[in-house]
């Protein structure tokens, strides 16, 4: 019988798990491709024929579809590479190093509200659900209408980029192997109640239902961007990205961007000149606060900032339902989408963020842990109306004012009114809403009374925001927008912006399709031009 290698056998489990892991797309990138600035021992300067800022769902496409297109790239990532070997099924492992400030960012306002944002390479899709929904027409229809984006940007435009992502991140429903109790029982309730549901369309390769989303997938089988359009654009061998530098200007001269302008994590200066065009996608809160520092001065950057506020709402079965098991987000409905300005889906906990939802103390929490595996979690996302303002505060801190307008109040309140009830006719024992004025623990219908007349306040609610919108919208008037309808800063030439802050408004869906649709359509345009040009 064969034995191991001695410093195998002497090796921590955890190592010898590392080594027997399969071979994962973050794994071997081309020599160089890769600058860390953690380690980074010098400054540095180089040149590209397009600068993109920040690796998440706008910048990675973007980057690619450009490498693709045969132009030389560098990516500048604020935050770290984790790397698929390197996950941890802990909050605080994923949090300490992928999110924004730990995720303890908020938003200020009459509440202050946790808005969670990724950090990272791949940025915000190393955390996320992977959800992929296109824009609705409607909403699409209301930026030509009310924005003057015209023909410029319309369903039949984004189409052709909505398919190829499908097909480069095998777009799919849930798999009934992957689908889990949590989201297989909201699908049933939501029918019984009359309304549709369906589970989720994700970019998906393969997920086993570890229910990780939230703490990154262990597999690769999510296809965030730091294992699909990071790393595919690294090996057509044209693009470059530098990890850990920090973006402090772009900066312009002679009303034309010429250069990037990062400071590493190790401290050195580093300098990313641009032949052709600097794409910002750092996201709907840095990107204006990065155009602000590069001298923009438009009258609406860092206004119109707009979100979807979402709220979860747990139940206690008498039964398992073990959320530990199966697609984090695999179920969802938009049945009132237009009307009631609401989303439902599901979301399954990992323990350590279950645990802050659960109510009680001493004994009685004690009792309510050790029954986690009968908790299901439910929750809605609020398509709100509210306009917030995008600054940056003491020490660059980016700061966001946003305060939910009584609509989008009253547009919570009977959300979880109807999640609550949701819960109770598929068989809860207890409901756990969440709302100061309300009990923490309700026990039948008749109690609901209390939930739909709860108190208008956002104080009295557990609100979290992660779709952000709009703090340099798009549109044809400098004098109410910062990116006209090509994605190009008003009087800067070759500074364009390609995430969610040039949407007019939010969407009412979950935006990181169209992001990404969006930014590969900016993309393919920039790439003509600069063609364009070069055959004159």
Known sequence: MATLPRDAREAPPEALRLAAAPAFPDDALPEGAVVDGETLASSRGESFDVVVVGSGAAGAVAAHALASAGFEVAIVEEGPWIKTREVRSDVHSTFSRAMRLRGMQVLQGRAYMPMLQGRCVGGSTLVNSAIAWRAPEDVVDDWAARFGLGDAITTRALEPHYAALEADLSVREVAPEAMGENNRLFIEQAKKQGFAAAPMRRYDRGCTGSGMCITACPTAAKQGMSVTYVPWALRLGRARIFTSCRVEEVEIRGARAVAVVARSESGHRVVLHARHAVLVAASTVQTPNILRRSGVRSAALGRHFQAHPGLAIGGLFDRPINMAFGATQGAESVHFRETERFKLETISLPPDLAAARIPGVGAELAERLSQLGNVAVWAAQIRAEAEGTVREGFRGVDRVRFTMTENDMRAARKACTLIARMM???????????????????????????LAEAPLDPRS????????????????????????????????????VVDSSVFPTNLGVN???????????ASHRLAERIRRRQAA
Do not use: C, N
């Open 511 to 521: 935006p990181q399709h169209t992001i990404m649709a969006m930014s590969r359509l």
């Open 461 to 496: 609610y557990s609100f979290i925001a992660t779709h952000l919108f709009g703090a340099a919208r798009m549109g044809r008037d400098p004098r109410a927008s910062v990116v006209d309808t090509d994605f190009r800063v008003h009087g800067v030439d070759g500074l364009h």
């Open 424 to 450: 109770f006719e598929a068989g809860a024992r207890e409901v756990w809403p969440g709302v100061f004025g309300v009990p923490s623990v309700l026990r039948s219908t008749d109690e609901l009374k209390l």
